[in-house]
């Protein structure tokens, strides 16, 4: 079992925000990429 380090992020304005873990991380980039109607595996997809 590995432990997540925290990922430091930025805010809208660029700014310093509160830290996320990768699983948090993962899961905004997904939900951002399925808003978007991205496909994220199978053929066309980004994986």
Do not use: H, W
Request: no cysteine; hydrophobic share 40%; glycine share 12%.
């Amino acid at each position: 079992m590995t432990t997540e380090e925290p990922v430091p992020t930025t805010d809208a304005a660029g700014g310093p925000a509160a830290e996320i873990s990768d699983d948090q991380l993962v899961a905004m980039l997904v939900d951002r990429a399925r808003g978007n109607d991205l496909k994220l595996t199978g053929e066309g997809g980004l994986l």
